[in-house]
């Protein structure tokens, strides 16, 4: 009996984990991946004799599918925990921002707003159950738990960083879900050897079950019949099944015509990111997470590896991540490389005078189009299924882990459920 052969698109950590779970299991697997790297958004790029993660990452003590995952991998052990802390620079002025008293003398607010704020984020978690919070707007959620004056002051611009000007719009579920995994004063890991060590040992494993990892092999087309018949650059693939991990605006312009019309209605729109990489001779403030509100800074938020990873993996530098999520077809998006890294190291100078630019050893810029797919209200019930009805395709995609929020954990959990999904036998398109 021929064993069944499934294709994986995309070598992110969705796309390991499916492959790598597929390989185990005695599956025959094929992944592919379009660029030179595995990793995806988790990728990393050589600094000096190291590699370093193009965005910040860290693991969370409660990520238990990546732990197990990890555990699998014989990583587990090999996650150093740390307790972090979390600071805030509100009109350029910086505070600390983890402990009661740090809230107390928290001059953005008033006295009273600070003990209402303190008050509301204890009960925050607890104020949420058994509420709609799928159908309500995060804006009216926070609005009227924290009042006016402290949503426009301090929450929409701190938690709109993430999704813009479309943050009031969000379920108020993925901001409750998000507390439920990260605190102010929270222990975070980070893999010794990076996330290029968890890479690395996916990619052992896939292989060494007898999977083929190929890099540089990106998917032009999709078809779904007979089979999944995947073009790449010179060659055609046919696998029994395919699993797509690719965001689905991009699956969609792959598809072709028969499977677009197969393709679930769903059209997120997703923000990306800017990211400036800052390798410092000296530490910046011992944060580890500090968001950057109206403070004459593009990027809205600054993570200090230094903390969490030390310097080791740095040559010895203090690693600060300066992030700006927006729009893929923003003027930031498309910016220059050089001018930007130039415009933020001034920003961030100006942001921390004791900083001197002769403290800069090296600044990087990385981007991505594809980060965070911003979801509707009541998107709980249209979130779009993993199979793709009547086609051996499945979707393992961020725009799937919703209400999780979207993480290496989140991932990795899809993934699991994905490759056990049965597929039903091949269907006509529906009238
Ligand atoms: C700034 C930032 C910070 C983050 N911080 C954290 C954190 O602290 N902790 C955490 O757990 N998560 C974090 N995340 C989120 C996490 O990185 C993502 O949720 C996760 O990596 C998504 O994985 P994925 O495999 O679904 O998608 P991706 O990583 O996007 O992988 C998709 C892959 O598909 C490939 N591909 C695209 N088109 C094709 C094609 N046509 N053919 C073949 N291959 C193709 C891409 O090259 C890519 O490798 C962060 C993300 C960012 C951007």
Redesign the pocket.
Known sequence: MTREHVAV????????AAAHRLARSGTRVTL????DQ??????FFPWRDRWVER??????PS?EH?LDLLGELGLRERVRWRRTRMGMVVDGRHHPFNTASDLLRFTPLRPHERVRFGAVTLLLRRLGRNRDLDATRTEDWLRGLYGDRVWELLLAPLFGAKFGARFGDVPALYLWQRLGREGAVATRGYPEGGYRAVIDALRASIEGNGGVVRLN????RIGVADGVRLELPGEVLTADRAVS???LP?LRQ?ADDDLAARLPDVRLPYQG?V?ALFFLRRPLSGHYWTPVVRSGTEFDGLVEMTPLAGVEPYDGMHLV?A?RYTDRDSALFAEDEAALAERWTAQLLALHPRLARADVEDVRVFR?P??EPVPPLGYLARRPPVVVAGTPLLL???AHVYPEV??????VGLANRVVATPVGAPRPVPG
């Open positions: 698109v995309g070598g992110g950590i969705c796309g390991l592919l991946e379009g660029g595995l990793g995806g958004l988790g990728t965005f910040y990452h860290c693991v969370m990520d990546l092999a990106p998917v032009r991990t690719l965001p991009q792959l990111v990211n991540y992030m991505a594809f980060v393992a995609t961020t979207t993480s290496w954990n989140s991932s």
